[in-house]
Nanobody, 125 residues
Framework: QVRLVESGGGSVLTGESLRLSCEASGSILRIHDMAWYRQAPGKERELVAQILYYGGGGIKYADSVKGRFTISRGSAENTFDLQMNNLKPEDTAVYYC?????????????????WGQGTQVTVSS
């Protein structure tokens, strides 16, 4: 089975930075798309940033975080990060990592969606 675990959340002041990390472990054959989502109280979960596997590995960001957040593959295998700079109170949310992973424990072998458990980010003014 595959598991995603986030780390790096916390409470900061406006303008400060945080770095979130996501580590995938288990029966991984290959990781395709990877992304960070967030969900604020009373709101729907929204895409923050995504690394695309197909089409040359492009990256897309939500308009609200462009220029402030950066998604990247981690230095360790099967990890990816979200660097968040110049944080604002409206960035307060639970952040989830997501990945489309080919899991060899699920037959027939194919791509499946996996989510982390979420990590809280709180930005105070």
């Amino acid at each position: 089975q595959v598991r995603l675990v986030e780390s790096g959340g916390g409470s900061v002041l406006t303008g400060e930075s945080l770095r979130l990390s996501c580590e995938a472990s288990g029966s991984i054959l290959r990781i395709h798309d990877m992304a960070w989502y967030r969900q604020a109280p009373g709101k729907e979960r929204e895409l923050v940033a995504q690394i695309l596997y197909y089409g040359g590995g492009g990256i897309k960001y939500a308009d609200s975080v462009k220029g402030r957040f950066t998604i990247s593959r981690g230095s360790a295998e099967n990890t990816f990060d979200l660097q968040m700079n110049n944080l604002k109170p409206e960035d307060t949310a639970v952040y989830y990592c997501w990945a489309a992973i080919v899991d060899t424990s699920i037959k027939p072998v194919g791509e499946h969606d996996f989510w982390g458990q979420g990590t809280q980010v709180t930005v105070s003014s």
